[in-house]
Every structure is written in C-alpha cells, then in structure tokens.
C-alpha cells in the first residue's frame, strides 16, 4: 500500500514539475508556445524637451511664469533688464542718422560739382571768344604795320594781348579738368559713405536684435519644466533657466535583434502605461533606428579581444500614437510603457500611405 502512494506522489511531482515547465515556457513565449505577438518592457514615452537659455547677459527683472506651466507660442518666460540694450539701440540709430546726413551733403556736394563743371566749360568759351578777338586784332595789327599805317608799339600790344588770351583759354580748360576731378572725388568718397549707411543699418537691425532677445519667450505650445530663473539672477549667454516640453510625443521601444524578424513600419503596436494603471494605448511602427543601443553609447564594447560571449543587442523602434485616445494627454515623456507588437500583421497601413 505504501509502494502505491509513493508511487502515486512520484506522479504528482512529476506533473507538477511538467506544469511548472510548461509555464515558463508560455510565459517567455518559448517554443511550443512561441507565438506571433513580441513584447518589450524596455520602451519609453518620449518627446522633444527644449531647454531655454537667453542669448545675453543681464539680470532677470521679470520671471512671470511657473514650474509645470502651460503655455503657449510667444508666451513670456523671462526678461532681462533691457536698459543698456535700448541705450546700444538708440546709440545706433544716432549713427545711422550721421551717416545718412553725410551721405545727403555728398549728394549736395556732387550738385555743386557739377555746377562748376557747367561755369568752367563757360569760361572757357569765353576764353575762346576773348582769344579769337584778339587774334583777329593781331591779325589786323599786322597787316597796317606793313602798310606802316600801325605803329610797332600798337603791333607789340596786340601781341601781348593775344598772348594773354591763349594763356586764359588754357587756363580755363584747366579749371575744366580739375571740377571734373572733383567731381571725381566725390563720387567716389559716396560710394564709401553708402557704405557707411549700410554699416549703421546694420547696426541698427543688431542693437534690435539684442533688444528683443531681452524677452525670451516659448518658441511653441507646451509646458513647462522646473524654471529655475530668478528675479534679481545675474545669467549669461547659455544658462539655463527653464525647459519646455511640447505636445506631441511617441514611444521608442526597444526590441531585441531576434524580435525584429517580421516588423515593418506601418504595423499595429499596443502599449499599456505603468504611471496610468496600465493603461493600453494604440499606435503603429514608423521607423527603426539605423543602429543598435550600444553604437550609440560613449564608450563601446571591443569583441575582438578576450573570450567573447554573445549578447543579444536591442534596436530602437519609434512608435507614433494614434491621436485622440482616452488620457492620451496625460502621456509625458520619460514614463515607463510595456509594447507588444503582432507580427501576424502586415505593413498594410505604411503601404497605403505610400500608394497616396
């Protein structure tokens, strides 16, 4: 009778044994039980986290927001004391207007230059003229000396006369050449003066700049991380002084290598969220990361030394969140999700995009 029982006991260990197998394998999806859904803890909730630093020096004067606010695009988060940037801008307006007043009297001076050319050129054909009349009267004179009816006096004064005239067509030809150079000249010591204008625009648009960098306002909707801006904090170019996390975010699980046999973009993936009660949520694949964790990680292992031991390595997996699911909104980056994936499925949803 005891042969029985321990006989009896022998089976029931046994098959508690086999169960106990049997369990396991079901619960790590071994074979017989490999099924087609894969599953990963090792994923999380992430998303576009921006840290907000000024891009100048100064002292807040302004912090008009909190940690974990919403806020939206152009929303203020902190200013600095703006006062010497107003100054810097008034400062180069001023210059701009000295250089704009210096290229006006340019322009007037390039007039007046002008206008001499003009009065040179009539000299000179007065000179002509002049030059003329007393050539004919040397002319004139000459004739009547041969004729002695001029005295050689009267010769040596037309003479001189004509003498006097040439110099002064000469010399007003001269006068010609030097307004033109003038002109010259100021043509192109405009040419450096508009330079000069620019150089204050310039100027301008950078003290403005400058001016508007003072209000460092979000660049787009989110909310806001801890702001560490102070009233009265000194901060220079790169402290930083809060950080804004935007709206959208996906998921990025990590699969392991031998997982990804049979994964496309476009596949249906289910994730439950530990922080929500294990909620599930629905999304699909849209894209794989063009290498594995450890290619991306500072200091990367050598396999080519020492005894080497395999290790499965895990590829990144974006997975975008189908919109307008319950407490979907309540999904933030960092939190930890449990992504299961049918490899059943195809790819049905990718290829229809593409076809579009």
């Known amino acids: 009778m005891r042969s029985v029982f321990r006989s009896l006991a022998t089976y029931v260990a046994l098959l508690v044994g086999i ?66 940037y107003r100054q810097k801008l008034e400062q180069a307006k001023a210059m701009l207007a000295t250089a704009e007043a210096s290229l006006a009297n340019s322009e007037q001076s390039r007039k007046s230059a002008e206008a001499k050319i003009v009065s040179a050129k009539a000299a000179v054909e007065s000179a002509e003229a002049a030059f003329n009349a007393s050539k004919t009267t040397l002319d004139r004179t000459a004739s009547l ?36 150079q003038d002109l010259n000249t100021i043509v192109v010591s405009r040419r450096s003066l508009e330079a000069t204008v620019d150089s204050a625009k310039a100027s301008v648009e950078l003290a403005d700049i400058d001016l508007q960098n003072t209000r460092v306002v979000a660049q787009q909707d989110g909310t806001l991380g801890e702001v560490s801006g102070r009233i009265g904090q000194y901060v220079s170019s790169g402290t930083q002084i809060a950080s804004l996390v935007p709206d959208r975010v996906w998921v990025v699980a ?46 990367k292992s050598d396999n080519a030394t020492g005894n080497f031991t395999k290790i499965a390595q895990r590829i990144p997996v974006r997975i975008a969140i189908d919109p307008q699911q319950p407490m979907a909104d309540r999904l933030v980056p960092g939190m930890s999700v449990v992504a299961s994936v049918d490899l059943a499925q195809g790819g049905t949803r990718l290829a229809e995009a593409e076809g579009k």
């Open 145 to 180: 000396l041969k004729s002695n009816i001029a005295t050689q006096s009267e010769s040596e004064k037309s003479q001189a006369s004509y003498d006097q005239a040439q110099a002064a067509v000469h010399q007003a030809e001269a006068a010609v050449l030097v307004a033109q």
């Open 254 to 299: 990590n699969f392991k290598e031998g997982q990804l046999d049979g994964m496309q973009p476009g596949q249906k993936v289910v994730f439950t969220v530990d922080a929500l009660g294990h909620q599930s949520f629905t999304g699909s694949i849209e894209r794989f990361a063009p290498a594995t964790g450890s290619e991306f990680s500072v200091i």
């Open 19 to 84: 169960i106990g197998v049997l369990v396991i394998l079901y619960a790590w999806n071994f074979p017989p039980f490999r099924g087609s859904v894969e599953m990963t803890n090792d994923a999380y909730v992430r998303g576009q986290v921006t840290l907000m630093s000024p891009q100048l020096a100064g002292y807040l004067v302004e912090v008009p927001v909190q940690d974990y606010q919403r806020v939206k695009k152009g929303d203020l988060i902190v200013r600095i004391d703006d006062r010497i």
